[in-house]
């Protein structure tokens, strides 16, 4: 009785499997249609065509990344780097995510005046970038269980050897400033969440609304954390360190909905 | 951006032109419409558009020129302009026009009629026929130089108001142009005026002419045209109305179309230049395509550039200078579009720009014909620093991807409750290891305690050395030694003096039940039996002995932990 049971779980479980092959056989690349206007040269319907598939739950990179393609193209600068940031948050080795965005944020009219960041500062941002958030989280947990452990076993007077005992003050200390990065990382993420100017140049003011002055012009391109909302208007600390209020309809978010790449053959 | 007029104050009939500038980052600019304002007109209209690359950014300008003309004196409030570019919508600011009277001396319209007809007429200079007087002294004739034109021919349209000299009229007469629907109409100078002898009675002859382009088949029809005067301050306003005109559009003709037909009619020239005939690689050199010519040449749009060797080419620029150009006849539109284009070799040899054609429509010879340029060929050198083609790598943005990335994102795992809480397991785990450490330390402060806590460890640990096989005597012997040290531990009592009753009793004050206080006594004598009298019936078998040994530890133990 019980192995037929067991066929009979296996038999649904390999119709299920084959159900789901053909499904995706039958709805074949969703961002297919997009690739071929590209390939056309019709990047504004490209364009289109990716955010069609945005909506329709394929955020992943690979859509990010053609869409910011696809908007460059279309010379929508702005909005070609907010997808390529969120394109590189969730696949940050890429290299052709890497090389787009690089150039994108290269043909910025106007970056903005911003001193040069310190090398540690530099280097603290390379690590974070190169990583995403999961992969740093996992592996400071998996130091800080093997630290934890060694602790343990010194604590509960089991001698562990010399050698283990300093192999966790390193791991320890590893898994320390893996956990800092990690939530550097998070912080610079989520909170507060990225934006990029989409229009070619509108004025932080010092409050929200168009009655305040001007304290300083922002160019397409340049890179925003939204520290608050205010019908319309949001409150920014641009990278360049300007502070102020900018209209929502200027901005463009850098999408913090997903997270990671799920798995390339998805 | 940037509107402005080339002059603040004209004369009526003078020409000014109004330039709109956009300059910057921005790309894909439309055409931008002047709005209408009564008593000015759009004479012609031309573009141009130019494109740098300098430090890896690409900076466009377009410049729209309009040239205006103004019919009437007054100030003309020009107003602000919408431009769409990509997606954005600029706006220019408004604008002003003094159109101050002309300082020549102003002819009223007085022209010598000749009855409304609606003759064509090849030629509107030629003066009506002059055998019988007209029956009117001011009338008006409207007509075309050709009914049956092609598909975007030109057809000149000629509105001629005739005012014989006998009489005069007060003030200038005012006109409404005839209505042109659904063809192009595009102004052109007004001849000057002329006195015609009709019926041997001079008319003075005022003519406005327009160009028509029609942009399909079929048939059009032009006007009526009115014109209203006023003989003098007595007389009432009266109105002269000319005939209307019938255009007859005919297709173009199938036969001989080239595929790549420019949609030009008219007559066409073309030039192909560069700017210099060698450059290095990695520099650009602009090669400029000039297109000159009769026709609507507006709707030409930049061909592609064909070339022999590795080059890139940018579109960089178009100027587009079309309005009525003067023939001996008359006038047409047409003018010169030239395309601008940076060529950038990639390698080092020769780069070689095949001939530019462009096909268009000879509407007289009634048939297709190109123009053709000559091919222009680049010398390519190294570059500065010796380099021999041109690296790819960070020139432009890598291309769309087809696999190799997720098309699904998913939560990190930080994002998830079971992350943090197999966090908190090395916690747990230090807990026990404390607990521990203490259990350690009381053990080696208080040898009882630590006797009392390890008795069944220590006493099962002896029952599993004891050799199951030894010799029944020794067996029973350590059993016995095993089991009293272990209710010895437990009950606080010193194993040497533990005889089989005492051990009853003080388990039972140990809190153990009686039967089983009973039961390691029967156990002890029996096995005393066995060491004191070897071959007793009572003393169990050695491999019985251990078995229920451990059995009772683990009985007693159970009781008193």
Known sequence: MRVRRGAATLALSGLALMLAACTWAQDGDPLADGNVLYRSGDFEGAAQAYEQALEAGYDGPRTHYNLGNALYRSSRLGEAIAHFLAASQMAPRDADIRANLARALNQRPQGPPAPPPSWLHAAADAMVGYFTLGELASTAAALYWLAAAVVIMHLARLRPPRSLRRAAIVLGALALVLSVLAMGRWWSYHRPARAVVAVESTGIRTGPGESFEVAQTATEGWLLHVTADDTGWLRVHAEGGARGWLPSSAIVRVSAAGGEERDGAD | ?561
């Not at chain 2, 019919?71 to 107003?79: D, F, K, L, W």
């Not at chain 2, 290095?280 to 022999?308: F, K, M, N, W, Y």
């Not at chain 2, 010169?336 to 001939?355: D, H, K």
């Not at chain 2, 994002?415 to 908190?424: A, D, H, N, P, V």
């Open chain 2, 1 to 561: 951006m940037h509107a402005s007029l080339s002059r603040d104050t004209v004369e009526v009939g003078e020409s000014v032109d109004l330039m709109i500038v956009v300059a910057g980052t921005v790309r894909g600019v439309a055409q931008p419409e002047v709005p209408v304002v009564d008593y000015l007109r759009v004479v012609s209209s031309g573009s141009s558009q130019n494109i740098t690359f300098a430090n890896g950014r690409l900076d466009s300008t377009y410049t729209y020129t309009f040239r205006l003309q103004a019919s009437r004196e007054g100030t003309y409030a020009i107003p602000a302009i919408d431009i769409h570019a990509a997606g954005q919508v600029l706006t220019t600011q408004p604008l002003t026009l003094t159109v101050v009277a002309t300082t020549s001396p102003v002819r009223p319209p007085t022209a010598p009629p000749r009855p409304p007809t609606g003759r064509p007429s090849p030629e509107p200079e030629e003066p009506p026929p002059a055998e019988e007087p007209p029956s009117e002294d001011v009338f008006a004739s409207l007509e075309v130089d050709n009914e049956s034109p092609y598909v975007g021919q030109q057809v000149t349209m000629t509105l001629s108001f005739y005012q014989s000299h006998r009489t005069s009229l007060l003030g200038s007469a005012e006109y409404a142009p005839p209505s042109t629907e659904g063809l192009v109409a595009e102004p052109l100078p007004d001849p000057p005026s002329r006195t015609v002898p009709l019926g041997g009675i001079p008319y003075e002859v005022i003519a406005r002419s327009t160009a028509l382009i029609a942009p399909a088949p079929g048939e059009y029809t032009i006007g009526p045209a009115t014109i209203d005067f006023r003989r003098g301050y007595v007389m009432g306003e009266e109105t002269v109305t000319t005939d209307p005109v019938t255009l007859r559009v005919r297709p173009l003709p199938a036969a001989g179309r080239p595929p790549d037909f420019s949609g030009v009619v008219g007559r066409l020239h073309a030039t192909l230049s560069a700017t210099t005939d060698s450059v290095r690689v990695g520099d650009a050199v602009t090669v400029r395509l000039e297109v000159a010519g009769s026709g609507d040449i507006r709707q030409l749009e930049a061909p592609e550039l064909s070339l022999s060797g590795p080059a890139r080419v940018y579109p960089s620029g178009e100027q587009r200078e079309v309005g009525p150009q003067t023939t001996g006849d008359g006038y047409v539109i047409g003018g010169t579009v030239a395309f601008e284009y940076l060529v950038m070799p990639a390698q080092v040899g020769e780069v070689t720009i095949e001939p530019v054609v462009i096909h268009y429509f000879n509407a007289a010879a009634r048939r297709y014909e190109s123009a053709q340029t000559a091919p222009v060929t680049l010398r390519v050198l190294p570059g500065e620093g010796g380099e021999t083609s041109l690296r790819s790598e960070g020139e432009e943005i890598r291309y769309i991807r087809e696999d190799g990335l997720g098309l699904r994102s998913h939560l990190p795992v930080t994002s998830r409750t079971w992350f943090w809480l197999i966090q908190l397991a090395p916690l747990a785990g230090v807990g026990w290891a404390l607990r521990r450490r203490a259990e350690l330390r009381r053990r080696v402060a208080d040898p009882r305690y630590r006797r009392y806590v390890e008795a069944a460890a220590t006493a099962q640990a002896r029952l599993s050395r004891i050799a199951r096989a030894g010799e029944p005597r020794s067996v029973h012997h350590a059993v016995d030694a095993a089991l009293t040290d272990y209710i010895a531990a437990k009950t606080g009592a010193v194993a040497a003096s533990l005889s089989p009753d005492e051990a009853r009793s003080r388990l039972q004050e140990a809190g153990c039940p009686a039967d089983l206080a009973d039961r390691a006594t029967e156990m002890l004598f029996r096995l005393r039996a066995g060491v004191y009298a070897p071959g007793s019936s009572t003393a169990p078998r050695p491999d019985e002995a251990i078995a229920m040994a451990r059995a009772l530890l683990a009985d007693i133990e159970a009781r008193l932990r």
